[in-house]
């Protein structure tokens, strides 16, 4: 098992910028890759970026290519995604996942094992 908990959801302008956390316990974190997924009302939770194993390699989302960055510090057992210019748009609950690093980084839901409770972002015109 592994446990993922989110922070750093908040009300921001548009224009402005957020660094969500994601904290690991459990499993051995080297051993996942970590997704960030979001859900807006109404909508399907959708893919926003994943970072591999060993965090040289980084996969996008297009609307989120330019804007946001993922990181992620095995030491700390933790995976980041920094947000910035953000957009009304990018309002959703945002959550951090994890997939077995045996399998190629990817984009679907259904790819992850493991999920956070996910925490809300809201950007205002």
């Known amino acids: 098992q592994v446990q993922l908990v989110e922070s750093g959801g908040a009300l921001v302008l548009a224009g402005g910028s957020l660094r969500l956390s994601c904290a690991a316990s459990g499993r051995t974190f080297s051993d996942y890759n970590m997704g960030w997924f979001r859900q807006a009302p109404g909508k399907e939770r959708e893919f926003v970026a994943v970072?591999?194993?060993?965090?040289?390699?980084?996969y996008y989302a297009d609307s989120a290519k330019g804007r946001f960055t993922i990181s992620r510090d095995n030491i700390k057992n933790m995976v980041y995604l920094q947000m910035n210019s953000l957009k009304p748009e990018d309002t959703a609950v945002y959550y951090c996942?994890?997939?077995?690093?045996?399998?190629?980084?990817?984009?679907?839901?259904?790819?992850?094992?493991?999920w956070g409770q996910g925490t809300q972002v809201t950007v205002s015109a």
């Open positions: 996942a994890a997939s077995p690093r045996g399998s190629r980084v990817s984009v679907l839901v259904t790819r992850y094992d493991y």
């Open positions: 970072i591999n194993w060993t965090g040289d390699l980084t």
